[in-house]
């Protein structure tokens, strides 16, 4: 994630992570450098974690990942990012205007660099 400088700067910031772990992100967006910290709130490996926000710019953050086997042997990831933007009115007019996008945009690079790492490790 070079393009936000995003990196884990307390908590867990390493390995795997587990049901009540916390991580701090700083990145930076907008051109506002940020901070968020999430907890992984409920956690059934292999199939199934959610990290919500408990500290951060946003109203709401809800992220499940999910993890579901395929026929042909390979995993697909299904992520369920639910969020409010900060200063109601506002906000929601932020989240129809640009947000969404912006938000989509991010969870999708994301994910094509996660499916990069675990394609490569793979081999």
């Known amino acids: 994630m070079s393009h936000t400088q995003e990196r884990a700067i307390a908590g867990v910031t390493s390995g795997l992570m587990q049901l009540g772990d916390v991580v701090t992100w700083e990145a930076v967006h907008f051109g506002i450098k940020q901070h968020l910290t999430s907890e992984i709130t ?8 959610v990290d919500e926000m408990v500290r951060g710019i946003f109203q709401e953050i809800t992220h499940v990942h999910e993890f579901l086997p395929q026929a042909d ?27 969404t996008r912006y938000m989509r945009h991010l969870l999708l690079s994301r994910n094509r660099y996660l499916q990069q790492l675990a394609e490569q490790e793979a081999l």
Do not use: Q, V
């Open 42 to 49: 409920a956690y059934e490996r292999p199939t199934r974690f």
């Open 73 to 99: 042997g390979s995993t697909l990831m299904r992520d369920t990012f639910i969020f409010r933007a900060p200063l109601g009115i506002f906000g929601r007019l932020a989240e129809k205007l640009f947000l």
